[in-house]
């Protein structure tokens, strides 16, 4: 007996109780039977522990080197360390399906147990939703691809991980990023719920408030790590690609914030329900998407190591989602008539509604740009490449305007800004706009694209400063110490400042990806020994090259000195590790040191022994700036979903007042 | 102080006059900007618009390969004898096919992928405005009749001065609560 039998069993008892849980939910509500709803929703949790029983017979097959089994034989090998071969588990299809499977249940089981106390009638089928994409999953994972199917003839050893993902952000990124797919199945569990039961108020709304930014804050996550991982890893000087499988990442993730922003209108003011159902079904849509797009391999990319025979199961279970989302959403759409309140363009509301018109619009501008090929094919019978060129072109102006729009936003009022309250809260930020739009080329810097850039930056982030600084001093004045007073500003509104705390990390991104993109230099370069290579400033000098062993993995290093005014500032080792199975494929060792805000990024492209070396220098301004504003963001979208202590009800300032009112007062 | 009511007063003058001074200088730039751009910079416009031949969706510019890396120094080497970054492209275009021109060419079908996403946009803003309108109207309209209606039930549509104080500072002081602030601070805010 074998752990994988164990496994395989415990794989094939979880579609049984999928099944079950569907069948009783579904039966429980429309025969108002509750016994029966908490009958499925109990078999949820027999789903999860049956799966996290399924996952650990997997990870024990991998480190017991179980090569009878299929996956396990071409996912690792014995000179693996151990945590990359735990990690193995999902770095093929089959594992990172079950993954996907053992997170969506450990979420639904969340979901039973957190929303007890959300509306009775939407559970059962948001039990429903849930488990029936589970069964999909469980479907495909035993009867189409599993991970326990054995070999006939057992291997001694195992072919090994792909060499590109034995590195530390491999760990943690696609877990990241696939839960974040996952995450968004709740919420569309809610919506699809809210439409099958006509509970079209608020309520599935506030429901998902707090799970919607955790969601946010795991895409965000992964997203990031994606782009970390390319950086440090791939040796083409850059982060993000614009590769068909980045988009179909950063897709979802558009939607979701635009989501985000556009719940607050409802929140407030009760309408936009409509295009908030919308949203966030396509949300949900989109993720399917990106994995049918990754696994199908119909777009080429520099993922293609996941292509696979599974595409056509994806794109069936799209098309059924689809066409259940449509179907409801047009069936209630006569229920969902908003209550129609809307003052002035020049408003919050207003704001929003820019807000996600923009993100919307790069979304579909990827979107677009993604599936080009594909129609081109389809249209012409001819192939053809979507560049960067293109998202730069279209996504990046967009960007702006929404940077913009995001530092217009939250200054206005509710319902309708006067024209005084625009000039006290905009001349002073506007005035910083103008300071760095007419400093900068004086500076000498030359492309107006930047600059127009760092000026609207400026903008906005000055408008956030100025916020927090009104807050604090208003604060001060009744007695508060200024610190105390910052401290309790975020304290007391972690939505709102939260809300701050990321968008500054945006603006931060926002600087570093205009500053690496107008003001990268590079240059290849054929460097002897002794020789060296200038590039900004800085001298590059060859030393030599080591190549060293150590259990199985060869690392080569070859050894640059770095000097700038002809002082020398530090020693660098750009390398390659060549893996044991892997020798055509050796993974670079790129070099990235920091000078200020500038990273010095050097990428070993080939070598002769020691005599000379090929490299590739790049001259990256400000790219930890994104990092930081990455890390930023993420901090306040944490900041923003920590739980808050509720103000005490029943008060006249929580009675729906006029904002402006409110505003006087405080 | 004096900065302060100079900026309060003259509305239009001064953003006038910074925006004018943000125009002088921004066209001196554009105009200075025009310098030729040196062959690393031209190697590497060139070189981000052809796909490399032996990756997987990687421009020549970006792409690592050894491959890529002999194009560059092709484009380089073409550039420098006094080639135009069109009769590069063209040149490429004529060895590995047309596919391999990463930005699609602004012409025919292809033209489609430029102008559908500005079209959207420009479509989705007019929908955004129209909408906006339209409740607004709606708006004005219920507000109307609410407005009737609280003047038929109280006889006066607006709270006395001394109602409307009162309330403020019930408000206040409410919100003051709220914020765990001491009470009795500034007035303003």
Redesign the interface.
Known sequence: MHFSDFGMIAQMLALVFTLYAIASSVLGATLKRPALVVSGQRSVLVVAALLVTTAIALIASFLEHDYGLRYVAEHSSNAMPWYYTTAAFYGGQEGSLLYWGMMLALFSTLAVVLYRRAPAQLMPWVVTVLMAIEGFLLIVLNFVSSPFDRLTIVPVDGQGLNPLLQDPGMLVHPPMLLMGYMSWSLPFAFAIAALITGQLDARWLRAIRRWTLAAWCIQTTGLLLGAWWAYHVLGWGGYWGWDPVENAALLPWLTATAFLHSTMIQERRGTLKVWNLSLILLTFLLAIFGTFEVRSGIIQSVHSFAYSDIGPYFLGFLALALVVSIGLFVYRLPRLRPEHEFDSVVSREGSFLANNLLLTGIAFATFWGTIFPILSSVVRGQTMTVGTAFYQQVDGPVFLALIFVMGVGPLLAWRHASRQSIVRNFRWPALVAAIVAVALPILGMRSLWAVAGFAICAFSAATIFFEVWRGTSVRHGHGESYPKAMGMLFARHRQRYGGYLVHLGLILLAVGVIGSQFFQSQRDGLVERGKSLTINGYTLTYQGITDVTIDNVETIKAHFTVSRDGNVIEDIYPGERIFPGFEDQPTSIVSITNHGLTDLYIFLAGFDGTSSATIRVFINPLVPLVWLGGLLMLLGGIFCWWPLRRASPGRLSEKKLPEKTVEVAV | MRLHTL??RP?FII?AG?VL??GV??M???I??AQPKSL?ERT?DVA??I?CPV?????VA???S?KA?EM??VIRQQLADGRSEQQVLAYFSNVYGS?I????PQQG??S???I???L??IA??IA??AI?R???K??RV?GAKSEELVADATGDVMLSAEERQA??A???R???A?????LG??ED?
Do not use: K
Not at chain 2, 101 to 104: F, I, Q, R, V
Not at chain 2, 178 to 182: N, V
């Open positions: 900026l309060r509305i953003p910074i001074l943000i200088v921004w001196v730039t554009a200075s900007a690393d590497l981000r618009q796909q990756c997987n969706g990687e421009s970006d792409s690592p050894l890396s560059r120094a596919d021109l990463e930005s699609p079908f292809t489609l992928i430029w559908m996403p500005v959207m946009l989705g803003a955004v405005v906006a339209e409740w607004q709606q708006a219920a309330l403020t019930l408000l206040r409410e919100v003051a709220d914020e765990g602030l001491p601070g500034r805010g």
